[in-house]
Protein backbone atom coordinates (compact mmCIF):
# COMPACT_ATOMS: atom_id res chain seq x y z
CA UNK A 1 0.00 0.00 0.00
CA UNK A 2 2.75 2.36 1.35
CA UNK A 3 4.94 1.75 -1.82
CA UNK A 4 2.08 2.14 -4.53
CA UNK A 5 1.45 5.36 -2.95
CA UNK A 6 4.99 6.68 -2.59
CA UNK A 7 5.42 5.34 -6.57
CA UNK A 8 2.00 7.33 -7.57
CA UNK A 9 3.46 10.55 -5.64
CA UNK A 10 7.11 10.27 -7.21
CA UNK A 11 5.32 10.87 -10.83
CA UNK A 12 3.70 13.92 -9.61
CA UNK A 13 5.46 17.13 -10.63
CA UNK A 14 7.40 17.77 -7.10
CA UNK A 15 6.40 21.86 -7.72
CA UNK A 16 2.86 21.10 -8.33
CA UNK A 17 2.59 18.73 -5.31
CA UNK A 18 4.20 21.28 -2.51
CA UNK A 19 1.48 23.66 -4.01
CA UNK A 20 -1.37 21.54 -3.24
CA UNK A 21 0.23 20.10 0.18
CA UNK A 22 0.64 24.27 0.79
CA UNK A 23 -2.91 24.28 0.04
CA UNK A 24 -4.30 21.52 2.09
CA UNK A 25 -2.85 23.07 4.93
CA UNK A 26 -4.26 26.37 4.09
CA UNK A 27 -7.81 24.74 3.90
CA UNK A 28 -7.54 23.28 7.14
CA UNK A 29 -6.16 26.68 9.17
CA UNK A 30 -8.82 28.40 7.25
CA UNK A 31 -11.51 26.28 8.32
CA UNK A 32 -10.47 26.28 11.45
CA UNK A 33 -10.48 29.99 12.21
CA UNK A 34 -13.62 30.19 10.32
CA UNK A 35 -15.65 28.56 13.04
CA UNK A 36 -14.29 30.80 15.03
CA UNK A 37 -14.53 33.86 12.93
CA UNK A 38 -16.64 33.00 10.14
CA UNK A 39 -19.67 30.73 12.25
CA UNK A 40 -19.47 32.33 15.91
CA UNK A 41 -18.22 35.71 15.14
CA UNK A 42 -15.26 35.84 17.28
CA UNK A 43 -12.34 38.06 15.82
CA UNK A 44 -9.46 36.20 16.44
CA UNK A 45 -6.02 37.72 15.70
CA UNK A 46 -4.02 35.13 16.76
CA UNK A 47 -4.62 31.95 14.58
CA UNK A 48 -1.07 31.41 14.35
CA UNK A 49 -0.37 30.69 18.07
CA UNK A 50 -2.14 27.64 18.06
CA UNK A 51 -0.73 26.79 14.74
CA UNK A 52 2.67 27.12 16.60
CA UNK A 53 1.63 25.16 19.62
CA UNK A 54 0.51 22.31 17.25
CA UNK A 55 3.83 22.60 15.26
CA UNK A 56 6.26 22.88 18.00
CA UNK A 57 4.11 19.70 19.64
CA UNK A 58 4.24 17.32 16.92
CA UNK A 59 7.84 17.95 15.78
CA UNK A 60 8.93 17.22 19.28
CA UNK A 61 6.90 14.57 19.28
CA UNK A 62 8.27 12.83 15.84
CA UNK A 63 11.78 13.92 17.90
CA UNK A 64 11.65 12.80 21.33
CA UNK A 65 9.31 10.25 20.61
CA UNK A 66 9.51 8.77 17.84
CA UNK A 67 5.01 8.83 17.38
CA UNK A 68 3.46 7.47 14.46
CA UNK A 69 2.13 10.65 12.31
CA UNK A 70 -1.50 10.07 12.88
CA UNK A 71 -1.34 9.57 16.81
CA UNK A 72 1.10 12.69 16.62
CA UNK A 73 -1.30 15.34 14.22
CA UNK A 74 -4.30 14.37 16.85
CA UNK A 75 -1.87 14.95 19.79
CA UNK A 76 -1.02 18.67 18.23
CA UNK A 77 -4.43 19.10 18.08
CA UNK A 78 -5.81 18.01 21.18
CA UNK A 79 -2.91 19.86 23.26
CA UNK A 80 -3.64 23.16 20.90
CA UNK A 81 -7.31 22.90 21.50
CA UNK A 82 -6.51 22.36 25.81
CA UNK A 83 -4.65 25.52 25.43
CA UNK A 84 -7.36 27.35 23.13
CA UNK A 85 -10.22 25.96 25.63
CA UNK A 86 -7.77 27.17 28.53
CA UNK A 87 -6.80 30.82 27.40
CA UNK A 88 -11.06 30.98 25.92
CA UNK A 89 -12.24 30.95 29.45
CA UNK A 90 -11.22 34.12 30.39
CA UNK A 91 -10.82 35.96 27.19
CA UNK A 92 -14.19 35.35 25.76
CA UNK A 93 -16.44 37.22 28.40
CA UNK A 94 -14.52 40.25 26.21
CA UNK A 95 -16.61 42.29 23.66
CA UNK A 96 -15.42 42.49 19.79
CA UNK A 97 -11.95 44.17 19.04
CA UNK A 98 -11.01 43.92 23.10
CA UNK A 99 -11.29 40.07 22.18
CA UNK A 100 -9.40 40.69 19.17
CA UNK A 101 -6.45 42.60 20.95
CA UNK A 102 -6.18 39.49 23.56
CA UNK A 103 -5.68 36.81 20.88
CA UNK A 104 -3.14 38.92 19.08
CA UNK A 105 -1.15 39.36 22.31
CA UNK A 106 -2.04 35.91 23.52
CA UNK A 107 0.00 34.63 20.15
CA UNK A 108 2.97 37.23 20.82
CA UNK A 109 3.39 35.82 23.66
CA UNK A 110 3.54 32.03 22.70
CA UNK A 111 6.16 33.62 20.03
CA UNK A 112 7.92 34.89 22.38
CA UNK A 113 7.50 32.01 24.68
CA UNK A 114 9.14 29.61 22.13
CA UNK A 115 11.99 32.27 21.42
CA UNK A 116 13.23 31.64 24.69
CA UNK A 117 12.55 28.31 25.47
CA UNK A 118 15.42 25.70 25.97
CA UNK A 119 12.83 22.68 24.54
CA UNK A 120 11.77 24.54 21.22
CA UNK A 121 15.58 25.67 20.61
CA UNK A 122 14.71 29.10 21.35
CA UNK A 123 15.51 31.43 18.40
CA UNK A 124 17.19 28.80 16.26
CA UNK A 125 14.51 27.15 15.40
CA UNK A 126 13.63 23.41 15.15
CA UNK A 127 14.59 21.12 12.31
CA UNK A 128 11.93 18.05 11.56
CA UNK A 129 12.70 14.74 10.81
CA UNK A 130 10.28 13.05 8.61
CA UNK A 131 7.36 11.68 9.66
CA UNK A 132 6.47 7.96 10.71
CA UNK A 133 4.11 7.12 8.56
CA UNK A 134 3.87 4.73 5.79
CA UNK A 135 1.29 6.77 3.67
CA UNK A 136 3.35 9.55 2.21
CA UNK A 137 2.92 13.10 3.52
CA UNK A 138 1.13 14.85 0.43
CA UNK A 139 -1.86 12.63 0.86
CA UNK A 140 -2.22 12.61 4.47
CA UNK A 141 -2.42 16.20 3.83
CA UNK A 142 -4.83 15.95 1.62
CA UNK A 143 -6.89 13.14 3.57
CA UNK A 144 -6.91 15.95 6.64
CA UNK A 145 -7.99 18.60 4.69
CA UNK A 146 -11.02 16.42 3.45
CA UNK A 147 -11.49 15.50 6.40
CA UNK A 148 -11.74 19.02 7.99
CA UNK A 149 -13.70 20.41 5.01
CA UNK A 150 -16.80 17.52 5.97
CA UNK A 151 -16.37 17.94 9.45
CA UNK A 152 -16.56 21.63 9.30
CA UNK A 153 -19.65 20.89 7.06
CA UNK A 154 -21.08 18.69 9.26
CA UNK A 155 -20.41 21.16 12.35
CA UNK A 156 -22.38 23.95 9.70
CA UNK A 157 -25.40 21.82 9.78
CA UNK A 158 -25.38 21.04 13.08
CA UNK A 159 -27.68 21.83 16.24
CA UNK A 160 -24.36 23.34 17.32
CA UNK A 161 -23.54 25.05 14.60
CA UNK A 162 -26.71 26.63 14.00
CA UNK A 163 -26.08 27.44 18.09
CA UNK A 164 -22.55 29.56 16.80
CA UNK A 165 -24.40 31.35 14.18
CA UNK A 166 -26.91 32.77 16.56
CA UNK A 167 -24.22 33.74 18.98
CA UNK A 168 -22.68 35.52 16.11
CA UNK A 169 -25.91 37.08 14.60
CA UNK A 170 -27.70 38.38 18.67
CA UNK A 171 -25.45 37.04 21.83
CA UNK A 172 -28.40 38.22 24.06
CA UNK A 173 -30.85 37.05 21.36
CA UNK A 174 -28.77 33.69 21.46
CA UNK A 175 -28.95 33.49 25.32
CA UNK A 176 -32.61 34.21 25.76
CA UNK A 177 -33.11 31.12 23.38
CA UNK A 178 -31.51 28.76 26.17
CA UNK A 179 -28.21 28.93 24.13
CA UNK A 180 -25.14 29.19 26.57
CA UNK A 181 -23.08 31.27 25.39
CA UNK A 182 -19.43 31.01 27.21
CA UNK A 183 -19.18 26.51 26.63
CA UNK A 184 -20.48 27.62 22.79
CA UNK A 185 -17.68 29.99 22.40
CA UNK A 186 -15.03 28.21 24.47
CA UNK A 187 -15.93 24.92 22.07
CA UNK A 188 -15.74 26.68 19.35
CA UNK A 189 -12.66 28.44 19.89
CA UNK A 190 -11.13 24.69 20.93
CA UNK A 191 -12.04 23.22 17.47
CA UNK A 192 -10.76 25.93 15.79
CA UNK A 193 -7.39 25.59 18.00
CA UNK A 194 -7.62 21.67 17.01
CA UNK A 195 -7.78 22.24 13.25
CA UNK A 196 -4.95 24.91 13.71
CA UNK A 197 -2.86 22.55 15.59
CA UNK A 198 -3.24 19.72 12.67
CA UNK A 199 -2.57 22.59 10.55
CA UNK A 200 0.81 23.63 12.41
CA UNK A 201 1.89 19.63 12.73
CA UNK A 202 1.38 19.31 8.81
CA UNK A 203 3.11 22.43 8.40
CA UNK A 204 6.11 21.31 10.43
CA UNK A 205 6.84 18.18 8.78
CA UNK A 206 5.68 19.30 5.12
CA UNK A 207 8.50 22.04 5.56
CA UNK A 208 11.29 20.25 7.83
CA UNK A 209 12.17 23.43 9.53
CA UNK A 210 9.57 25.69 12.42
CA UNK A 211 10.88 28.51 14.02
CA UNK A 212 8.67 30.23 16.22
CA UNK A 213 9.02 33.70 14.22
CA UNK A 214 7.63 32.07 11.09
CA UNK A 215 4.41 31.95 13.60
CA UNK A 216 3.53 35.53 13.68
CA UNK A 217 0.97 38.32 13.75
CA UNK A 218 1.73 38.09 9.76
CA UNK A 219 0.82 34.26 9.49
CA UNK A 220 -2.62 35.21 11.88
CA UNK A 221 -3.69 38.17 9.24
CA UNK A 222 -2.58 35.79 6.42
CA UNK A 223 -4.88 32.96 7.57
CA UNK A 224 -7.54 35.57 8.26
CA UNK A 225 -7.29 36.78 5.00
CA UNK A 226 -8.04 33.61 3.12
CA UNK A 227 -11.56 33.46 4.89
CA UNK A 228 -12.40 37.01 4.46
CA UNK A 229 -11.52 36.74 1.18
CA UNK A 230 -13.47 33.72 0.69
CA UNK A 231 -16.61 35.00 2.55
CA UNK A 232 -17.17 35.07 6.18
CA UNK A 233 -18.91 31.94 7.45
CA UNK A 234 -18.85 29.84 3.82
CA UNK A 235 -16.84 26.69 3.85
CA UNK A 236 -16.76 26.62 0.16
CA UNK A 237 -15.70 30.24 0.36
CA UNK A 238 -12.67 29.53 2.92
CA UNK A 239 -11.34 26.64 0.67
CA UNK A 240 -11.13 29.23 -2.11
CA UNK A 241 -9.98 31.73 0.09
CA UNK A 242 -7.15 29.21 0.99
CA UNK A 243 -6.15 28.36 -2.47
CA UNK A 244 -6.14 32.21 -3.63
CA UNK A 245 -3.98 33.59 -0.89
CA UNK A 246 -1.53 30.35 -0.30
CA UNK A 247 -0.84 30.17 -4.27
CA UNK A 248 -0.83 34.18 -4.53
CA UNK A 249 2.96 34.30 -3.83
CA UNK A 250 3.38 31.50 -6.82
CA UNK A 251 1.01 33.56 -8.85
CA UNK A 252 3.30 36.80 -8.57
CA UNK A 253 6.48 35.30 -8.36
CA UNK A 254 7.25 36.39 -11.87
CA UNK A 255 7.32 39.94 -10.35
CA UNK A 256 9.88 39.06 -8.24
CA UNK A 257 10.65 42.22 -6.08
CA UNK A 258 7.01 43.50 -6.59
CA UNK A 259 5.50 40.56 -4.94
CA UNK A 260 4.37 41.82 -1.66
CA UNK A 261 3.57 45.38 -2.97
CA UNK A 262 1.12 43.84 -5.49
CA UNK A 263 -0.30 41.15 -2.97
CA UNK A 264 -0.95 44.37 -0.58
CA UNK A 265 -2.92 46.25 -3.35
CA UNK A 266 -4.92 43.67 -4.42
CA UNK A 267 -6.40 42.75 -1.15
CA UNK A 268 -7.35 46.32 -1.07
CA UNK A 269 -8.90 45.93 -4.21
CA UNK A 270 -10.78 42.56 -3.83
CA UNK A 271 -12.05 43.87 -0.45
CA UNK A 272 -13.67 47.28 -2.53
CA UNK A 273 -14.93 45.12 -5.26
CA UNK A 274 -16.35 41.78 -3.19
CA UNK A 275 -16.93 43.30 0.03
CA UNK A 276 -17.95 40.00 1.28
CA UNK A 277 -15.66 38.18 -0.17
CA UNK A 278 -15.51 36.06 -3.20
CA UNK A 279 -18.10 33.36 -2.19
CA UNK A 280 -20.23 35.89 0.06
CA UNK A 281 -23.61 35.31 0.06
CA UNK A 282 -23.43 33.03 -2.94
CA UNK A 283 -25.13 29.68 -2.30
CA UNK A 284 -23.63 26.62 -4.38
CA UNK A 285 -26.50 25.03 -4.18
CA UNK A 286 -28.90 27.78 -5.78
CA UNK A 287 -25.90 28.05 -8.04
CA UNK A 288 -25.67 25.14 -9.84
CA UNK A 289 -29.29 24.46 -9.96
CA UNK A 290 -29.59 27.77 -11.96
CA UNK A 291 -27.19 26.41 -14.24
CA UNK A 292 -28.96 23.54 -14.86
CA UNK A 293 -32.07 24.81 -15.92
CA UNK B 1 17.37 40.97 46.20
CA UNK B 2 20.24 42.43 43.60
CA UNK B 3 17.26 45.12 43.07
CA UNK B 4 16.35 45.65 46.45
CA UNK B 5 19.73 46.27 47.83
CA UNK B 6 20.13 49.05 44.81
CA UNK B 7 17.05 50.57 45.22
CA UNK B 8 18.21 51.21 49.13
CA UNK B 9 21.07 53.33 47.78
CA UNK B 10 21.62 56.28 46.43
CA UNK B 11 22.93 55.27 43.11
CA UNK B 12 19.97 53.10 42.95
CA UNK B 13 17.50 55.88 43.81
CA UNK B 14 19.55 57.84 40.50
CA UNK B 15 18.89 54.47 38.54
CA UNK B 16 15.48 54.43 39.21
CA UNK B 17 14.83 57.63 38.12
CA UNK B 18 17.25 57.36 34.84
CA UNK B 19 14.55 54.58 34.23
CA UNK B 20 11.75 56.42 34.64
CA UNK B 21 12.73 58.98 32.46
CA UNK B 22 13.65 56.18 29.78
CA UNK B 23 10.33 54.61 29.95
CA UNK B 24 8.37 58.01 29.89
CA UNK B 25 10.55 58.68 26.67
CA UNK B 26 9.52 55.39 25.10
CA UNK B 27 5.81 55.54 26.17
CA UNK B 28 5.46 59.27 24.93
CA UNK B 29 6.37 58.08 21.55
CA UNK B 30 4.13 54.80 22.18
CA UNK B 31 1.26 57.41 23.42
CA UNK B 32 1.28 59.57 19.89
CA UNK B 33 0.84 56.59 18.15
CA UNK B 34 -1.64 55.40 20.23
CA UNK B 35 -3.72 58.35 19.72
CA UNK B 36 -3.82 57.48 15.69
CA UNK B 37 -5.58 54.14 16.28
CA UNK B 38 -7.73 55.81 19.16
CA UNK B 39 -8.92 58.84 17.39
CA UNK B 40 -10.02 56.39 14.34
CA UNK B 41 -11.23 53.97 16.31
CA UNK B 42 -13.80 56.29 18.34
CA UNK B 43 -15.03 57.81 14.85
CA UNK B 44 -15.39 54.85 12.44
CA UNK B 45 -14.43 51.45 14.38
CA UNK B 46 -11.76 50.76 12.53
CA UNK B 47 -8.81 49.04 13.59
CA UNK B 48 -6.71 50.61 11.10
CA UNK B 49 -3.38 48.71 10.80
CA UNK B 50 -1.88 50.90 8.12
CA UNK B 51 -1.27 53.56 10.98
CA UNK B 52 1.72 51.44 12.31
CA UNK B 53 2.94 51.87 8.53
CA UNK B 54 1.99 55.72 9.07
CA UNK B 55 4.36 56.02 11.51
CA UNK B 56 7.57 54.17 9.51
CA UNK B 57 6.51 56.51 6.49
CA UNK B 58 7.04 59.56 8.98
CA UNK B 59 10.41 58.12 9.91
CA UNK B 60 11.72 57.86 6.61
CA UNK B 61 10.25 61.48 5.66
CA UNK B 62 12.01 63.04 8.71
CA UNK B 63 15.55 60.87 7.76
CA UNK B 64 15.37 61.78 4.29
CA UNK B 65 14.97 65.22 5.02
CA UNK B 66 17.45 65.53 7.43
CA UNK B 67 20.29 63.51 6.09
CA UNK B 68 19.52 64.78 2.10
CA UNK B 69 18.11 68.38 2.06
CA UNK B 70 19.86 69.09 5.59
CA UNK B 71 17.45 70.82 7.05
CA UNK B 72 16.76 71.29 10.31
CA UNK B 73 15.69 68.70 12.74
CA UNK B 74 12.50 70.40 13.85
CA UNK B 75 11.17 71.51 10.04
CA UNK B 76 12.38 67.44 8.76
CA UNK B 77 9.57 66.67 11.93
CA UNK B 78 7.13 69.70 10.49
CA UNK B 79 7.70 68.12 6.73
CA UNK B 80 7.13 64.13 7.59
CA UNK B 81 3.93 65.82 9.51
CA UNK B 82 2.86 66.81 6.72
CA UNK B 83 3.46 64.57 4.36
CA UNK B 84 2.02 61.76 6.17
CA UNK B 85 -1.19 63.99 6.85
CA UNK B 86 -1.29 64.03 3.22
CA UNK B 87 -1.15 59.88 3.13
CA UNK B 88 -3.26 58.75 5.84
CA UNK B 89 -6.31 61.12 4.17
CA UNK B 90 -5.17 59.28 0.57
CA UNK B 91 -5.22 56.05 2.21
CA UNK B 92 -8.70 56.57 4.31
CA UNK B 93 -10.16 58.16 0.52
CA UNK B 94 -8.70 54.95 -1.41
CA UNK B 95 -9.03 52.30 1.26
CA UNK B 96 -11.50 52.33 3.82
CA UNK B 97 -14.05 54.68 2.45
CA UNK B 98 -15.75 52.82 -0.16
CA UNK B 99 -15.84 49.93 2.33
CA UNK B 100 -17.70 52.43 5.34
CA UNK B 101 -21.00 50.62 4.48
CA UNK B 102 -19.53 46.95 4.17
CA UNK B 103 -19.01 44.80 6.88
CA UNK B 104 -15.87 45.72 9.57
CA UNK B 105 -13.41 42.58 8.63
CA UNK B 106 -13.49 43.98 5.17
CA UNK B 107 -12.08 47.24 6.53
CA UNK B 108 -10.01 45.63 8.41
CA UNK B 109 -8.56 43.30 5.79
CA UNK B 110 -7.89 46.33 3.75
CA UNK B 111 -6.07 48.02 5.97
CA UNK B 112 -4.21 45.37 6.22
CA UNK B 113 -3.44 45.18 2.38
CA UNK B 114 -2.42 48.84 2.54
CA UNK B 115 -0.28 48.13 5.49
CA UNK B 116 2.15 45.19 3.27
CA UNK B 117 1.69 47.57 0.56
CA UNK B 118 3.63 50.35 2.09
CA UNK B 119 6.28 48.30 3.80
CA UNK B 120 7.41 46.32 0.64
CA UNK B 121 7.40 49.85 -0.93
CA UNK B 122 9.40 51.48 1.97
CA UNK B 123 11.91 47.79 1.21
CA UNK B 124 11.92 48.50 -2.21
CA UNK B 125 13.07 52.44 -2.44
CA UNK B 126 14.78 52.29 0.97
CA UNK B 127 16.09 48.78 1.44
CA UNK B 128 16.11 46.27 3.71
CA UNK B 129 18.83 47.09 6.43
CA UNK B 130 18.16 50.07 9.23
CA UNK B 131 19.55 53.30 8.01
CA UNK B 132 20.72 56.15 11.36
CA UNK B 133 20.14 59.62 11.57
CA UNK B 134 23.48 61.55 10.92
CA UNK B 135 25.39 62.96 13.68
CA UNK B 136 24.63 66.06 12.48
CA UNK B 137 20.68 65.89 13.08
CA UNK B 138 20.71 66.36 16.64
CA UNK B 139 23.44 67.61 19.09
CA UNK B 140 22.81 65.40 22.26
CA UNK B 141 24.04 66.14 25.57
CA UNK B 142 23.47 64.66 29.03
CA UNK B 143 22.68 66.10 31.76
CA UNK B 144 23.14 65.30 35.28
CA UNK B 145 20.89 65.02 37.47
CA UNK B 146 21.83 64.14 41.07
CA UNK B 147 23.48 60.88 39.96
CA UNK B 148 20.70 60.02 37.08
CA UNK B 149 22.53 60.61 33.54
CA UNK B 150 20.20 61.73 31.69
CA UNK B 151 19.80 62.89 27.41
CA UNK B 152 18.87 65.81 25.93
CA UNK B 153 17.69 63.77 23.62
CA UNK B 154 15.05 62.22 25.92
CA UNK B 155 14.23 65.78 27.44
CA UNK B 156 13.48 66.28 23.27
CA UNK B 157 11.25 63.20 23.22
CA UNK B 158 8.72 63.97 26.36
CA UNK B 159 8.47 67.67 25.42
CA UNK B 160 7.83 67.43 21.79
CA UNK B 161 5.40 64.57 22.56
CA UNK B 162 3.72 66.47 25.42
CA UNK B 163 3.08 69.56 23.98
CA UNK B 164 1.82 67.67 20.47
CA UNK B 165 -0.62 65.83 23.35
CA UNK B 166 -1.54 69.55 24.36
CA UNK B 167 -2.29 70.87 20.77
CA UNK B 168 -4.20 67.59 20.27
CA UNK B 169 -6.42 68.19 23.71
CA UNK B 170 -7.08 71.71 22.44
CA UNK B 171 -8.10 70.82 19.41
CA UNK B 172 -10.59 68.34 20.40
CA UNK B 173 -11.94 70.10 23.48
CA UNK B 174 -12.02 73.88 22.54
CA UNK B 175 -12.13 74.23 18.77
CA UNK B 176 -15.47 74.13 16.39
CA UNK B 177 -13.57 71.39 14.55
CA UNK B 178 -13.27 69.27 17.75
CA UNK B 179 -16.53 69.47 18.78
CA UNK B 180 -17.68 68.05 15.71
CA UNK B 181 -15.13 65.06 15.79
CA UNK B 182 -16.13 64.75 19.35
CA UNK B 183 -20.05 64.45 17.91
CA UNK B 184 -19.31 62.23 15.42
CA UNK B 185 -17.77 59.75 17.52
CA UNK B 186 -20.58 59.89 19.90
CA UNK B 187 -22.95 59.17 17.13
CA UNK B 188 -22.11 59.28 13.28
CA UNK B 189 -26.19 59.26 11.98
CA UNK B 190 -27.13 61.90 14.52
CA UNK B 191 -24.09 64.08 13.85
CA UNK B 192 -24.55 64.14 10.21
CA UNK B 193 -28.23 64.51 10.60
CA UNK B 194 -27.28 67.54 12.42
CA UNK B 195 -25.63 69.38 9.70
CA UNK B 196 -21.70 67.99 10.12
CA UNK B 197 -19.84 67.05 7.21
CA UNK B 198 -18.93 63.93 8.73
CA UNK B 199 -16.49 62.85 5.62
CA UNK B 200 -14.76 65.62 6.17
CA UNK B 201 -14.78 65.12 10.02
CA UNK B 202 -13.23 61.70 9.20
CA UNK B 203 -10.66 63.23 6.36
CA UNK B 204 -9.69 65.59 9.83
CA UNK B 205 -9.37 62.75 12.08
CA UNK B 206 -7.15 60.73 10.00
CA UNK B 207 -4.87 64.01 9.23
CA UNK B 208 -4.60 64.27 12.77
CA UNK B 209 -3.32 60.95 14.11
CA UNK B 210 -1.23 60.56 11.55
CA UNK B 211 0.67 63.64 12.29
CA UNK B 212 1.18 62.37 15.26
CA UNK B 213 2.26 59.06 14.21
CA UNK B 214 4.77 61.14 11.86
CA UNK B 215 6.08 63.09 14.76
CA UNK B 216 6.79 59.54 16.45
CA UNK B 217 8.09 58.07 13.68
CA UNK B 218 10.89 60.57 13.43
CA UNK B 219 11.26 61.07 17.40
CA UNK B 220 11.80 57.31 17.48
CA UNK B 221 13.92 57.15 14.74
CA UNK B 222 16.20 59.62 16.41
CA UNK B 223 16.13 57.52 19.96
CA UNK B 224 17.20 54.46 18.26
CA UNK B 225 19.15 55.45 15.84
CA UNK B 226 17.31 53.51 13.43
CA UNK B 227 14.65 53.57 10.68
CA UNK B 228 13.49 50.64 8.94
CA UNK B 229 11.05 49.43 6.42
CA UNK B 230 9.66 47.18 9.25
CA UNK B 231 9.68 48.97 11.81
CA UNK B 232 5.83 50.00 12.12
CA UNK B 233 4.84 46.55 12.45
CA UNK B 234 5.93 45.99 16.02
CA UNK B 235 5.18 49.54 17.14
CA UNK B 236 2.07 49.41 15.51
CA UNK B 237 0.74 46.23 17.68
CA UNK B 238 2.54 48.24 20.72
CA UNK B 239 0.74 51.22 20.17
CA UNK B 240 -2.54 49.52 19.39
CA UNK B 241 -2.14 47.56 22.45
CA UNK B 242 -1.24 50.93 24.23
CA UNK B 243 -4.77 52.31 23.16
CA UNK B 244 -6.89 49.18 24.25
CA UNK B 245 -5.34 49.48 27.67
CA UNK B 246 -6.32 52.72 28.01
CA UNK B 247 -9.72 52.35 26.56
CA UNK B 248 -10.45 52.21 22.75
CA UNK B 249 -12.08 55.62 22.03
CA UNK B 250 -10.39 57.73 25.12
CA UNK B 251 -7.77 60.44 24.38
CA UNK B 252 -6.55 60.36 27.58
CA UNK B 253 -6.81 56.69 27.97
CA UNK B 254 -4.06 56.33 24.94
CA UNK B 255 -1.91 58.75 26.73
CA UNK B 256 -1.96 56.88 29.94
CA UNK B 257 -1.78 53.55 28.18
CA UNK B 258 1.11 54.44 25.95
CA UNK B 259 3.30 55.46 29.42
CA UNK B 260 2.74 52.64 30.90
CA UNK B 261 3.49 50.43 28.42
CA UNK B 262 6.84 52.49 27.86
CA UNK B 263 7.62 52.51 31.83
CA UNK B 264 6.99 48.88 32.52
CA UNK B 265 8.84 47.48 29.08
CA UNK B 266 11.92 49.83 30.27
CA UNK B 267 11.48 48.36 33.60
CA UNK B 268 11.36 44.58 32.44
CA UNK B 269 14.61 45.44 30.27
CA UNK B 270 16.47 46.63 33.39
CA UNK B 271 15.45 43.85 35.49
CA UNK B 272 17.25 41.39 33.28
CA UNK B 273 14.42 40.01 30.87
CA UNK B 274 15.25 42.16 28.07
CA UNK B 275 14.33 38.86 25.48
CA UNK B 276 10.90 39.21 27.18
CA UNK B 277 10.28 42.73 26.43
CA UNK B 278 7.86 42.19 23.23
CA UNK B 279 5.62 40.44 24.97
CA UNK B 280 5.58 42.47 28.48
CA UNK B 281 3.39 44.77 26.47
CA UNK B 282 0.68 42.06 25.80
CA UNK B 283 1.05 40.57 28.79
CA UNK B 284 -0.22 43.40 30.80
CA UNK B 285 -2.98 43.66 28.09
CA UNK B 286 -4.66 40.88 28.63
CA UNK B 287 -4.20 40.71 32.49
CA UNK B 288 -5.73 44.60 32.31
CA UNK B 289 -8.15 43.09 30.45
CA UNK B 290 -9.48 40.19 32.53
CA UNK B 291 -10.32 42.76 35.72
CA UNK B 292 -11.56 45.92 33.38
CA UNK B 293 -12.55 44.44 30.24
CA UNK B 294 -12.89 47.92 28.31
CA UNK B 295 -9.56 49.31 29.45
CA UNK B 296 -8.52 51.21 32.25
CA UNK B 297 -10.61 54.31 31.02
CA UNK B 298 -12.73 53.06 28.78
CA UNK B 299 -16.55 53.77 28.44
CA UNK B 300 -18.88 50.35 29.93
CA UNK B 301 -20.28 48.87 26.82
CA UNK B 302 -23.76 48.53 27.50
CA UNK B 303 -26.07 45.79 26.26
CA UNK B 304 -28.71 46.96 24.62
CA UNK B 305 -32.00 44.19 24.09
Given amino acids: MGEVLQAVIARIDPYFLQISVNIGIAIILALGLNVVTGLTGQLSLGHAAFMSIGAFTSALATIKLGLPFSVNLLLAGAISAATGALIGYPILRLAGDYLAICTLGFAEIVKVVFLNLELTNKAFGLSVPPPKSAIPLPIVVWLAALLAIVAVSFIRNSRFGRALMAIRCDEIAAESMGINIARYKVHSFAIGAFLAGVGGGLYAHSLGFINPSDFGFLKSIDILGMIVLGGLGSIPGSVIGAAVLSTAPEFLRFMANYRMLVYGGLLVFLMIFRPNGLMGGVNLKELVRSWRS | ?305
Avoid at chain 2, 81 to 109: D, F, N, Q, T
Avoid at chain 2, 110 to 119: K, M, R
Avoid at chain 2, 152 to 180: D, H, N, P, W, Y
Fill in chain 2, 1 to 305: MLQRTMLQSTKGRAMMLQQLINGVALGATYALIALGYTMVYGIISLINFAHGEIFMVGAFVGLLMVATFKVNFFVAMLIAMLVCMALGVLIEWVAYRPLRKSSRLSALISAIGVSIFLSSLAQMIFGADAKGFPDSAFTMRRIHIGAADISTLQLLIIGVSACLMLALEFIVRKTRIGKAMRATSEDYNTAALMGINVNMIISFTFALGSALAAAGGVLVGLLFNSVSFNMGLMAGLKAFAAAVLGGIGSIPGAMLGGLLLGITEVFTVAAGYSSYRDAIAFAILVLVLMVRPTGLLGRKIQKKV
